[in-house]
């Protein structure tokens, strides 16, 4: 409490210590972002070095941070078809096709298999 007699309060639900190159590997395997082309990647990859303040040698983990932000998004893709999950997505969207909801989660999983595969070599 304040010397004033308010209150302050701070909320820490997104705070801590976060990998530097998070925000950018993030996004470029975000779903949506999967359909970027090659060169619309690497922009936005150039973009994100020449303006981040990032500590020495971050980009040499690139790669091994965005192969594991893809077995995040698997996770993701896996836990969808979750029956507890399932029944949220029934509840918020009326007529919601629940196998064709698995067939596109199965779909997107193996994709990320596959880019995985490819990344790891």
């Known amino acids: 409490m304040a010397s004033d007699g ?3 309060v701070v909320d820490f ?5 976060d990998h530097p190159l998070s925000l950018c590997v993030d996004f470029l395997t975000h ?9 619309a990647g690497a922009a936005s990859l150039a973009a994100f070095r020449a303006g981040a303040d990032l500590p020495p040698g ?3 983990t690139f790669e091994p941070t965005r192969a594991l932000m893809h077995v995040f998004w698997c996770a993701v ?3 969808s078809l979750d029956p507890a999950h399932l029944a949220r997505r029934r509840f918020l969207r009326q007529g919601l096709d629940v196998e064709a909801h698995a067939a596109e989660q199965m779909a997107k999983f193996r994709r990320r298999l ?3 595969e490819r990344l790891l070599g």
Do not use: N, T
Request: net charge negative; no cysteine.
């Open 6 to 8: 308010s209150a302050r």
């Open 13 to 17: 639900e997104s705070s801590g210590w």
């Open 31 to 39: 779903d949506q972002s999967l359909g970027l082309d090659e060169a």
């Open 58 to 60: 971050a980009f040499s």
């Open 77 to 79: 893709h896996l836990s």
């Open 114 to 116: 596959d880019l995985l």
